[in-house]
């Protein structure tokens, strides 16, 4: 069965160490589409005062039989430099985990 799911949320915390104090802020966006029980795609945003880093992974999920599934993941992420983002990594990867039954 078909279904979307989208989950935001916020993180603050206020650090303080010996060597000084310091608060985050942490910007975040999950969202999944089901297409069926076998078929999904999957979403996250993320951002952090701290590093001023922006982020976001993708995945795609196939179970082709029980055990058996094809995970397709896409990473993004980004560095803020004043007022633009400048690309710091890209990356794809893409696993098979077969289960073998004798």
Do not use: C
């Not at 996250?44 to 999920?61: A, H, P």
């Amino acid at each position: 069965m078909a279904g979307l799911n989208l989950t935001g949320s916020y993180l603050y915390n206020r650090v303080r160490l010996e060597e000084g104090a310091f608060t985050t802020h942490l910007f975040r966006l999950i969202s999944s589409y089901d297409f069926s029980p076998w078929v999904s795609i999957n979403f996250n945003i993320q951002y952090d005062t701290i590093t001023e880093g922006l982020g976001t992974n993708s995945r795609f999920i196939w179970v082709i039989d029980p055990g058996n599934t094809l995970f397709v993941v896409h990473n993004h992420n980004w560095q803020r430099f004043g007022d633009r983002f400048d690309m710091r990594e890209n990356q794809s990867t893409v696993k098979l985990a077969y289960t073998f039954r004798f």
